[in-house]
């Protein structure tokens, strides 16, 4: 059944099609027919042109020097074909420094909280990426916009539906794009998922499971802002959480018309005064597919997405991690890995955003997304405080 995709997802086949991974494959050529969802995720490929000369791709300025952007982010730029890094936002002169070295940034553009609107009159920056705790987003994001620049946010995209839409607000007032980093929808295994569960490939969709969670280590600096409420916005809902709802929704292609929720947080942990440690939450599609996701502050590191159909179920184990993944399809032929090759989802998702600044385009995954998560991350709070099964 599926020697074929095998074959088109093989590393010679994805070289040969794609300059980013399984975006750059014919869909018809590697999982037939798709079925149109309700709603469709992941349409926008990347341009598959050789990377520009420097002087032609778009300055970006990294806010926020913490371990993410310091050894994600930064050092993706090396992989990237339309972006590249020239300026630095930190509170901290020293830190900012050295990276700036590292990096062959101008000592002028560096930055601090204070100065950051100054920005405005930098034309190397064309792109900011927000990279804080969520508490901060909205207010760096809005004076990002009013500066006159493209806007790039991590998610959650913010800790209320109200800042959302300000930030929203901000960007089109200011002919800006903004765009939430949801680097899953930019990542050739995740694609490839959605490609395979929409395809019919695995037969009528049933049911999926999604599972993030990693232990929140008090000890840790990267850590200690998300055991607070007004920094974070919530607990491993809204940090890892996130990622088992935003599996649910672009695998099916669809919005949940349903949710059910529990939450748990181990009585007397000091970790958990202000934020949850467990949310399990059920999301009905209109489908009829339930998705069963969990996200947790407590249990070892897990991030799992399981796709049930009819005819084959898919496992994505590691789903959602930074460099590697594994995708297995299980059907009466036995256990099936899907080799794809692996690529800088980092690079992916910042060049999506610079390509879509170029040609004056939509991104993939603007404001709205980030929105739109937000909403439903209440209604699970909700649902978990109530007891009931919420309406959406």
Not at 7 to 17: C, G, T, W, Y
Not at 195 to 217: E, V
Not at 322 to 346: S, V
Request: with cysteine; charged share 25%; glycine share 8%.
């Amino acid at each position: 059944m599926f020697d074929s995709l095998k074959k088109e997802l093989s590393r010679r086949a994805l070289l040969h099609k794609a300059g980013y991974g399984f975006m750059g494959l014919s869909v018809a050529g590697a999982v037939g027919h798709i079925i149109k969802p309700v709603r469709t995720f992941a349409q926008a490929a990347p341009s598959k042109e050789p990377s520009l000369p420097p002087e032609k791709k778009l300055g970006w300025a990294v806010v926020g020097l913490g371990k993410f952007a310091t050894e994600q982010i930064m050092p993706s730029f090396a992989e990237c074909k339309r972006s590249k890094l020239v300026a630095l936002v930190s509170g901290d002169r020293p830190k900012a420094e050295k990276y700036a070295q590292q990096y062959g940034i101008n000592p002028k553009n560096i930055y601090n909280y204070q100065n950051y609107d100054s920005i405005r009159n930098n034309p190397e920056v064309d792109v900011i990426y927000i990279i804080l705790p969520n508490g901060m987003h909205a207010e760096y994001s809005i004076r990002g916009a009013q500066a006159g620049k493209h806007i790039m946010c991590e998610k959650p995209m913010a800790n209320t539906v109200e800042e959302c839409q300000a930030m929203i607000d901000a960007a089109k007032k200011a002919n800006r794009k903004l765009m939430i980093a949801y680097r899953a929808q930019y990542e050739p295994y995740n694609l490839a998922t959605i490609q395979l569960a929409q395809s019919g490939k695995l037969g009528k969709l049933k049911s999926i499971t999604s599972d993030h969670g990693r232990t929140l280590n008090p000890k840790d600096p990267a850590d200690i802002w998300r055991m607070q409420k007004k920094l974070a916005g919530g607990g491993s809902l809204y940090d890892i959480g996130i990622y088992s709802l935003q599996a649910a929704r672009y695998v099916t292609g669809e919005e949940p018309v349903a949710i059910s929720a529990m939450m748990y947080s181990t009585p007397g942990d000091p970790r958990f005064r202000e934020v949850e440690e467990n949310v399990n939450f059920v999301l009905q599609f209109p489908s009829g597919v339930l998705a069963n996701c969990t996200s947790s502050y407590g249990y070892s590191n897990t991030k799992r997405i399981q796709v049930f159909g009819s005819d084959a179920v898919l496992e994505l184990d590691p789903a959602t991690d930074y460099y590697k993944h594994r995708l297995i399809i299980k059907d009466k032929n036995g256990n099936q890995e899907q080799k794809i090759e692996e690529k800088n989802q980092f690079a992916l998702e910042m060049d999506h955003l610079s390509e879509s600044i170029m040609q004056n385009k939509q991104p993939k995954t603007p404001g709205e997304e980030g929105l739109q998560d937000v909403k439903l991350m209440q209604l699970i709070y909700e649902a978990a405080r109530t007891g009931k099964t919420i309406k959406v």
